[in-house]
C-alpha cells in the first residue's frame, strides 16, 4: 500500500530533550516536506528536500533540522524543544512536479512541557 | 503578505445542497498549481482537487470542482450534493516555483464546514 508513515503518532517531552520524529515514504517520491500546523494558521512548511541531500528551509525552520540520506526517509530533529513548538507535524511526500499531489501522513501530535 | 487567503473560518450548509469555500491566491509566477485537501476531525489531510495555472478548463473531481478565474486569482471549492460526511477542516494550498527548480506548497487558515441534517 502506497503511503507516507510518520513515528511516533503522539509524544509528550520536556523542554530541551532532544528529540526525533521520523518520515518514510513508499512511493520513490522525490520531494518530502515537514509541516506544523497551528489553529488559526493553516500548515507552514518547515523544511523540505527535492532529493537526497537536498533540503532546504520553507517558511518556519527555526528550531529544527532534517537530513535526506536516502530516498524513502526524512527526520525531523529537534535540537533543544520548546514550548512554543508544541504543533501537529505532517510530512508529506510527492513526485518533483509541479503538478503532483502531495501525499500526508498521519500527523504527529507534540507536546512540549 | 498572505498569500492564500480564506476568509470563512467556519461554514455551515444544509445536507443535500451545495456549498462554495472561498479561496484567493497572491503569485507573480505565470506557473502555479492549486489544491484543497480536507481534513476531518481524525486528522489526516486528505487530497481533494487540484488546478494547474495553465488549465483551460475547471477542474472536477466528482461532486467536487474548482471555480478557477485566474484573472481574479480565486479557487473557490464548489461541494455539491453536501453529505454529512462532509463536515471538516478545508485547506486551499499554493505550489508555486523558487528558484534552482525547486517549489514550495503554501496553505490558507482553512475553513471549517458543517454540514446539518
Not at chain 1, 494558521?41 to 537536498?54: A, D, T
Not at chain 1, 533543544?80 to 503532483?100: K, M, R
Not at chain 2, 476568509?7 to 451545495?18: D, I, N, R, S, W
Not at chain 2, 478565474?69 to 486551499?92: E, H, T, W
Request: aromatic share 12%.
Amino acid at each position: 500500500e502506497a503511503q507516507v508513515t510518520q513515528n511516533p503518532r503522539y509524544l509528550i517531552t520536556v523542554t530541551g530533550k532532544k528529540l526525533t520524529v521520523t518520515c518514510s515514504q513508499n512511493m520513490n517520491h522525490e520531494y518530502m516536506s515537514w509541516y506544523r500546523q497551528d489553529p488559526g494558521l493553516g500548515l507552514r512548511q518547515i523544511y523540505y528536500s527535492m532529493n537526497v541531500e537536498v533540503t532546504d528551509k520553507g517558511d518556519v525552520p527555526e528550531g529544527y533540522k532534517v537530513s535526506r540520506k536516502e530516498k524513502r526517509n526524512f527526520p525531523l530533529i529537534l535540537e533543544s524543544p520548546s514550548p512554543n513548538q508544541t504543533s501537529l507535524y505532517f510530512c508529506a511526500s510527492s513526485f518533483a512536479d509541479i503538478t503532483d499531489t502531495q501525499y500526508f501522513g498521519p500527523g504527529t501530535r507534540l507536546t512540549v512541557l | 503578505a498572505q498569500k492564500i487567503t480564506q476568509t470563512q473560518p467556519g461554514m455551515f450548509v444544509q445536507e443535500k445542497e451545495a456549498v462554495t469555500l472561498d479561496c484567493t491566491y497572491d503569485t507573480s509566477d505565470p506557473s502555479y498549481g492549486l489544491f484543497w485537501y480536507k481534513q476531518p476531525s481524525s486528522g489526516e489531510m486528505i487530497f481533494l482537487i487540484y488546478q494547474g495555472s495553465y488549465d483551460q478548463q475547471n477542474a472536477t473531481e466528482g461532486r467536487y470542482s474548482l471555480n478557477f478565474q485566474k484573472a481574479r486569482k480565486s479557487a473557490n471549492l464548489v461541494i455539491s450534493a453536501s453529505q454529512l460526511g462532509d463536515s471538516a477542516m478545508y485547506f486551499c494550498a499554493m505550489r508555486e516555483d523558487i528558484m534552482d527548480s525547486s517549489y514550495k506548497l503554501i496553505f490558507g487558515s482553512g475553513t471549517r464546514l458543517l454540514v446539518r441534517p
